[in-house]
């Protein structure tokens, strides 16, 4: 079955880091980009960021350029977000999803929740 | 960035009704576009691609449809079990944007 968790949300102050991870099974990880979107609570889906699949080339959201840091682990079947000088506007749910090869987005995770408050 | 204006943000309908969503680019998207699910606490889940190519498992009733700047989707005789919110997503530049969403409640 091919599935991703995420793990390593939670309850963060202002200003400080969080790293989301998200294992990925079922699927020849290394063969594929991945992407994090998140959403805010009540809120719609806001892609944050990708990475190709080899790790060679990332893009980001501009509310995040220079904060986050999305990779990979292709020997763990992982994907990573550091999530750097945390707001409270990044409060939201993050989800990790496959980019398959026509570029749509096709599996999610369920989703990690990230607080940022004090 | 190209924006998703999406409409209605809500909808009211009974069992069996055909209801239709509508996302406007504000440039070609070239038929990149793809519709997602999402209920309540879950991940969205990924209904159509490339404006209308149903991913398997989708229920027929869903469809979608357009080109250029103007999308549609629909899900004829809406069933009980499609009470959720729905996403388009353009995917044709990045950074990818989504609609604003539509809600989609029984009357």
């Known amino acids: 079955e091919v599935q991703l968790v995420e793990s390593g949300g939670g309850l963060v102050q202002p200003g400080r880091s969080m790293k989301l991870s998200c294992a990925a099974s079922?699927?020849?990880?290394?063969?594929?980009?991945m992407a994090w979107v998140c959403q805010a609570p009540k809120k719609g889906l806001e892609w944050v960021a990708t990475?190709?699949?080899?790790?060679?080339?990332?893009y980001y959201r501009d509310s995040v350029k220079g904060r986050f840091t999305i990779s990979r682990d292709n020997a763990k079947s992982t994907l990573y977000l550091q999530m750097d000088s945390l707001r409270s506007e990044d409060t939201a749910t993050y989800y990790c999803?496959?980019?398959?090869?026509?570029?749509?987005?096709?599996?999610w995770g369920q989703g990690a929740s990230v607080t940022v408050s004090s | 960035d190209i924006q998703m204006t999406q409409s209605p943000p809500s909808l009211s309908a009974s069992l069996g009704d055909k209801v239709t969503i509508t996302c406007q680019a504000s440039?070609?998207?070239?038929?990149?576009i793809a519709w997602y699910q999402q209920k309540p606490g879950k991940a969205p889940r990924l209904l159509i691609r490339?404006?209308?190519t149903l991913e398997s498992g989708t229920p027929s009733r869903f469809s979608g449809s357009g080109s250029g700047r103007d999308y549609s989707f629909s899900i004829s005789n809406v069933e009980s079990e499609d009470i959720a919110s729905y996403y388009c997503?353009?995917?044709?530049?990045?950074?990818?944007?989504f609609g604003g969403g539509t809600k989609l409640e029984l009357k």
């Open positions: 999803a496959r980019r398959d090869y026509s570029g749509v987005m096709d599996v």
């Open positions: 079922g699927f020849t990880f290394n063969n594929y980009d």
């Open positions: 990475i190709s699949y080899d790790g060679s080339s990332t």
């Open positions: 440039q070609n998207i070239n038929k990149y």
């Open positions: 490339y404006t209308s």
């Open positions: 997503l353009q995917y044709d530049n990045l950074p990818w944007t």
